[in-house]
């Protein structure tokens, strides 16, 4: 049998600790849908269109997320079991945004496939009309963020509480 596993590429390159994702191309059976999603959900501007595609983004950046049909138009989504995007994630400046958006998601009929209190951030998963994972989150500060007595971080999946989520300030 073949290894799978080869051997990894040296020198090993090291991120910038300024490095940030910049943004996401999904792919999507049906544009106009989509579009109903990412910008009237989840709230985003149309920055540009192009024959089969429409970029999108927050406080006039290019864009964030861009949907095409250029090679999906009418396909089904991913099957179970297969590669492919697990999520986008969505980084919320505070609480009180994450919370609006929990408050748009509900008032739009949509299910939230879960909610989770990671100790560094809190989170809503839920699924874009083509089954693309979808994340809304925001990060606590720093200094909040559980540690172990080493100084490393000490992550953790809890339910969040969705209630003490709605009751912030709007």
Known sequence: MPDTNPAPLRPRATAPAGLSIGHTHLKVSDLDRALGFWRDVIGLEETARYPGAVFLSAGGYHHHIALNVWESAGGPPPAPGTTGLFHVALLYP?????????????????????????????????????????ELYRDRPREEWPRNPDGSLRMFTRRLDLVNLLAEPE
């Open 94 to 134: 505070d609480r009180a945004s994450l919370a609006r958006a929990l408050r748009t998601v509900l008032a739009s009929g949509l299910r939230l496939d879960g909610a989770s209190d990671h100790g560094v951030s809190e989170a809503l998963y839920l699924h874009d009309p083509d089954g693309n994972g979808v």
